[in-house]
């Protein structure tokens, strides 16, 4: 996989070389307008990037001096520009013909040559080189981190013209090794806690719920099915049944790829380096799952392993002891204090559902074993869907109020 990052870096331009920079974001302007101006002639808008360059390309070498690599990244400009204004005229929104005017310009690795000091950049007339500039103190500062590393590769960049400076964005690169499990994936590791239930199949540390509704309905029907089968007692009905047998068990297969696509993806989103279950081994005795459930949290846990493991994210079970009679703000631990789906700590008074606050509870347990072990690279918080816990119970929220709709957010109480 790859990992991309954008660091801004601010450029010291001879006072030379500003008006051909001008002239050169000018032509790029004017490239971007044309092809969008084209591309609104028809009775349709024309939207496609290949027939964009045959009606445009010859056009657009002949009225500007830009670098071809340049004219192709105006025509995507204005391409992209005019797919998103189709889109929204389907979902009904009002959105009228991109003009660009806000002076960029894009580069790729034919355009522009970075090196460690400087950067050379293709113009309307040549090249030119403009220096970059970085106290010595930026050179630490994430953005440029990536930058200056050797593990990443610079793929291209967009020069900006703001507030009378210029300024690279810089596009950069890495690729992952997938067997480096934790390494990468660690940078800021936190665990997504998830429990797995009856009436909520999954639900994480960060506050997504997958319900089991599919789950039972498709489970109920399969067992009518059976049911009216075993009626007949044939042999074409002993055939039938394991016929329906195993098209209900590819349907629920489906589902649970679906949903284990989508844990992966919440850990990812949220930068998690490991996903705790509760250990599977007694999960019918402790939730009264039937039979079926049984089979579906096995397969569940089976394809986010392998799943997480094409993205380095480690996939663990941990004790499942008490993890829903545990309060996950407090530590108390009394049956008390859950009465179904409500968890209401006795002690402490912390209220969340009773599923959430046993993901939150799994992650924590998984933080807690691993702490006194190994050390480097380990977790250092239970991902909620805003901010961190940490193995102490201490909340911290994080850098940008990312609320997210439709999920169980952590109690006001934190
Ligand atoms: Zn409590």
């Not at 950049?121 to 106290?135: C, F, K, M, N, S």
């Not at 209900?248 to 679906?258: P, V, Y």
């Not at 606050?357 to 347990?365: C, E, F, H, V």
């Amino acid at each position: 996989m790859e990992k991309r990052r954008t660091a801004p870096v601010k450029l010291e331009v001879d006072s030379s070389d500003v008006a051909l920079l001008h002239d050169t974001v000018d032509e790029f302007l004017w490239a971007a307008n044309y092809v969008t101006r084209h591309a609104f002639e028809g009775e349709y808008v024309t939207t496609s990037k290949t027939t964009l360059h045959h009606d445009t390309y010859e056009d657009v070498r002949e009225e500007t001096a830009l670098h071809s690599n340049q004219v192709q990244a105006a025509r995507n400009k204005a391409a992209e520009a005019c797919k998103s204004v189709v889109e929204k005229w389907k979902q009904g929104k009002k959105a009228s013909m991109p003009h660009f005017t806000s002076p960029h310009l894009v580069y790729d690795h034919r355009t522009a040559t970075f090196h460690d000091q400087y950067v050379s950049l293709a113009t309307t007339d040549g090249r030119i080189e403009a220096h970059y500039v970085l106290p010595d103190k930026e050179r630490d500062t994430p953005h440029t981190e990536y930058f200056f590393s050797d593990e990443y590769e610079t793929t291209g960049a967009e020069l900006h013209y703001t507030n009378g400076n210029w300024m690279l964005h810089i596009h950069c690169k890495k690729e992952m090794e997938l067997d480096t499990s934790e390494q990468d994936a660690t940078e800021n590791g936190t665990v997504l806690g998830v429990d797995l239930g009856v009436n909520n199949l999954a639900v994480a540390s960060t506050g997504t719920f997958w319900t089991g509704d599919e789950f039972d309905h498709w489970r109920r029907e399969y067992e009518n099915q059976r049911g009216d089968l075993q009626e007949h007692g044939t042999r074409w009905a002993h055939e039938n049944i394991q016929a329906v047998g195993r098209k209900e068990e590819g349907r629920f297969k489906i589902t649970l790829h679906r949903i284990s696509n989508e844990l992966v993806a919440e850990a990812r989103e949220y930068g998690c380096s490991v996903i705790a279950f509760e250990d599977l081994t007694d999960i019918r005795e402790r939730t009264g799952a039937s039979w079926g459930h049984k089979w579906a949290f096995n397969r569940l846990y089976e394809y986010v392993e392998y799943k997480a493991a094409e993205y380095g994210i480690g996939v663990e079970q941990v004790d499942p002891e008490n993890t829903s009679r545990r309060c996950s703000h407090c530590g108390f631990t009394h049956p008390d204090n859950r009465e179904g789906e409500e968890f209401r700590c006795l002690k402490c008074g912390y209220e969340n559902h009773a599923d959430y606050n046993a993901a939150k509870n799994i992650g924590l347990r998984y933080l807690r074993r691993n702490q006194t072990g190994s050390g480097g690279g380990a977790p250092v918080g239970v991902r909620l869907n805003s901010g961190t816990v940490n193995a102490n119970g201490e909340y911290e929220s994080p850098g940008d109020d990312s609320a997210r709709a439709g999920v169980h957010a952590e109690s006001p109480r934190l």
